[in-house]
């Protein structure tokens, strides 16, 4: 498996928002066995050491748990977890980064509100 790097964010948050992304397309569901350390390592090309800080990062945020000599598995929580989580951090950004890049082209509020509007139709099949 290749992964598309973004090399301006650490390997292992990219391992862990590579899992949460699979997790909410229902590629692992509840209660499920997630990807050894080794495994990770061996898809991606990397050190067993980084995959396994993507994975911790997942567990202290209660998005996987350990069971003892059996590895790691998705939470019950996860999707709910994850989403609040991209809420409330990522979208927020964008957002933010958005407004401030509306402001800089003199994009008014009415008209930026018109553009989400009509991206949001485009992308559920609409016409333009």
């Not at 898809?43 to 997942?58: D, E, R, S």
Request: net charge negative; proline share 2%; charged share 30%.
């Amino acid at each position: 498996m290749i992964m598309d790097w973004d090399h301006t964010k650490p390997i292992y948050i990219q391992i862990a928002e590579w899992l949460e992304t699979e997790i909410l397309k229902g590629h692992h569901k509840q209660d499920e066995k997630i990807y050894s350390q080794y495994q990770l390592a061996d898809m991606f090309n990397i050190n067993p050491a980084t995959a396994a800080k993507g994975l911790n990062i997942l567990a202290d945020e209660a998005i996987l748990y350990k069971k003892r000599g059996l590895g790691m598995f998705v939470s019950e929580n996860a999707n709910e977890i994850i989403l609040t989580k991209r809420k409330n951090q990522t979208l927020k950004r964008l957002v933010h980064d958005l407004v401030i890049e509306a402001e800089r082209l003199h994009v008014g509020e009415a008209e930026l509100i018109a553009m989400v509007i009509e991206e949001n139709k485009h992308r559920k099949g609409g016409t333009s």
